[in-house]
């Protein structure tokens, strides 16, 4: 694995587990919503910028693209 798709798969890893606690889900939950719904693309798709926000800031991130896309 090249080192971009190494550091992609660490920081989807790292907002799986930090909207996980942020919500009180399990894990199996969590990445069943977020891939469900498209986030996890997203947050791949933007990680360059993504990755230097703060962890609150994608939690609302995340919580504010389910919104838009809730279909």
């Keep these: ?11 989807l890893s ?3 587990e930090q909207y996980m606690n942020a919500k009180g889900l399990s894990r199996e939950t969590a990445i069943s ?5 498209g ?4 947050l791949a798709e933007h990680f360059e ?3 230097t926000q703060s962890r609150q800031w994608i939690i609302e991130e995340i ?3 389910i919104k838009e896309h809730n279909n």
């Design 39 to 42: 986030v996890l693309d997203y």
């Design 49 to 51: 910028i993504l990755h």
């Design 63 to 65: 919580d504010e693209y």
């Design 33 to 37: 919503l977020l891939s469900g719904k």
């Design 1 to 11: 694995m090249d080192k971009k798709k190494q550091d992609v798969a660490y920081f």
């Design 14 to 16: 790292f907002c799986i």
